[in-house]
Each structure stands twice: as structure tokens, then as C-alpha cells.
């Protein structure tokens, strides 16, 4: 299994902030990296997906990745309540599997 | 509901039983994934099957675990003689064809053995 860690703790932020989450991982050979959220008791949900070096951005949410350094980042801009999650880093490797990492919580604080 | 469908949402074994899940994948989509989540713990790959096919096991423990995925039907994810351990929510993922294609998961199947 390929090494993506999460290390920050649950990050609150204020309703209107930007929410910053950060991943980094071991295989260089990575080449697709996506995040997921998940309400606590439900399924994960995709909503990004980056496959090149550089930003990519989908409404409200921002996806970074930097391969020569081993790291992809997400952006939450003007946080809402509904932002309230755990929000998993996953890249893909091998046969279509996908490594996760144990996730970052996320709470708004209206 | 074209999402990918999983059942039963919640399973009740006791230990010496057998489990079966049942997953679904969204329309149009052709590949199939089982992850298990323990509490506390990470997403974990189990296997990976296209029709008739299993591609990647590579996750699955090797006894007591098995997956299908049949020609016509559902993919099944069966586990005989359940222990306690084997508590936690299983979920299927599916996407369409292609290396790194997004997968899309099911609401998954919570496992408890009593």
C-alpha cells in the first residue's frame, strides 16, 4: 500500500474563511490524485481530481499539486457550514487502485 | 438512482457466519472496487474486478475473503466465518474504463458481528 499522509489535526476555520489541506506522498510514480469528502457515517464523495502540476479550480474549491515535491493541497474558499467534513487525499497507482490517507476534519464554525 | 448502488446499508452477523454484499456499479461504468474502512482508520483497497474478472486482489486478505463479478448481476463481496474484526463498512466503488479514471462510491455496507 503507498504512503499518503495527512498530518493535521482537526482544522476549524470561520464561516467565510479559506480552509487550507495539505497531502503528501511517497510514489513518485503517482500520476492521478484526487480528494474526496465524507460526511461522518456516509460514503465518500469525489470532488477533485488533478492530474498535472499546477492549480485547478472547480467553484469554491482549489486543487494544488507540486510532483517534484511530493505534495497536493486543497483550497476551500468562503467556507460554509456544509464544508464540514473529513476530507480524504487519495492518488491512484498499480492496477486503478487508490491509496488514502486517514483524512482531515474539517469544522466551520458559523 | 444512477449512482452505484450497494446492499444491504447495514449487516448483522454473528461470529461463524457468512456475509454477503452486494454492490452495483453506476451505469456505464465497467470496473468495480471493494475498500474497507475500519474505525478509525483509513480507506483500504480490497480488490479490483471487471465482468467476469478479477483484475487485482492484491488487498484481500487471504482467507475467508472472496469477490465476484458476474457476467450478469451484481458484484458480490462474500466473507465466510466472520470474526469480530471483520467489523467495519465495506464500499464499492465503480468507474468507467481507462487507467486513473475517478471512482464513485457507493453508501457502503456497515458489517457488525456480534
Known amino acids: 500500500q503507498k504512503e499518503v499522509e495527512q498530518n493535521s489535526g482537526p482544522l476549524s476555520v470561520p464561516e467565510g474563511a479559506i480552509a487550507s489541506l495539505n497531502c503528501t506522498y511517497s510514489d513518485r510514480g503517482s500520476q492521478s490524485f484526487f480528494w474526496y469528502r465524507q460526511y461522518s457515517g456516509k460514503s465518500p464523495e469525489l470532488i477533485m481530481s488533478?492530474?498535472?502540476?499546477g492549480d485547478k479550480e472547480d467553484g469554491r474549491f482549489t486543487a494544488q499539486l507540486n510532483k517534484a515535491s511530493q505534495y497536493v493541497s486543497l483550497l476551500i474558499r468562503d467556507s460554509q457550514p456544509s464544508d464540514s467534513a473529513t476530507y480524504l487525499c487519495a492518488l491512484s497507482y498499480g492496477n486503478n487502485r487508490l491509496a488514502f490517507g486517514k483524512g482531515n476534519q474539517v469544522v466551520v464554525i458559523p | 438512482n444512477a449512482g452505484v448502488m450497494q446492499n444491504p446499508r447495514h449487516l448483522v452477523r454473528r461470529r461463524g457466519q457468512e456475509a454477503r454484499l452486494r454492490c452495483s456499479p453506476m451505469k456505464g461504468h465497467s470496473h468495480v472496487y471493494w475498500y474497507r474502512q475500519l474505525p478509525e482508520e483509513g480507506l483500504k483497497f480490497m480488490v479490483y474486478?471487471?465482468?467476469?474478472?478479477?483484475?487485482?486482489e492484491s488487498g484481500m486478505p487471504k482467507e475467508r475473503f472472496s469477490a465476484e463479478f458476474p457476467k450478469e448481476g451484481p458484484s458480490i463481496l462474500r466473507i465466510q466465518q466472520v470474526v469480530r474484526g471483520d467489523s467495519a463498512a465495506y464500499f464499492c466503488a465503480s468507474s468507467t474504463q481507462g487507467s486513473n479514471q475517478p471512482q464513485h462510491f457507493g453508501d457502503g455496507t456497515r458489517l457488525s458481528i456480534l
Open positions: 474486478l471487471q465482468k467476469e474478472n478479477i483484475i487485482d
Open positions: 488533478i492530474y498535472s502540476n
